[in-house]
């Protein structure tokens, strides 16, 4: 069984993807040229969604598990980065967590 359903996106063709490409490349070189950069980062971005948060509390009668649900909803708790450049070189992930006011 399929589901099928209308997006609002649309479809990007090759020359679609290569016409917004050039103007970016050139914003790109000229942001780089004009604040003296020597190297460009790739950074890929994914999102993290956490389910359930586990906590534990330790007591003197041992430790015991706490679950806590997070609204019955997938939300962006926290942001992945991955980084790297044209040489080759990968570097170490990093996080940022994101916190809302309750």
């Given at each position: ?26 914003l ?25 948060t ?49």
């Open positions: 069984m399929a589901l099928r359903a209308r997006t609002r996106q649309g479809q990007t063709t090759p020359a679609d993807a290569q016409e917004a490409a050039v103007p970016f490349r050139e790109a070189l000229s942001t780089m040229i004009e604040k003296q950069c020597t190297r460009l980062y790739i950074g890929d971005q994914t999102d993290i969604f956490l389910f359930y586990l906590w534990e509390t330790i007591s003197a009668r041992g430790s015991k598990t706490v679950w806590i649900k997070c609204g019955n909803k997938d939300k962006v708790r926290a942001t992945a980065t991955w980084l790297g450049d044209p040489v080759g070189n990968k570097y170490a992930p990093f996080s940022c967590i994101q916190e809302h006011t309750s």
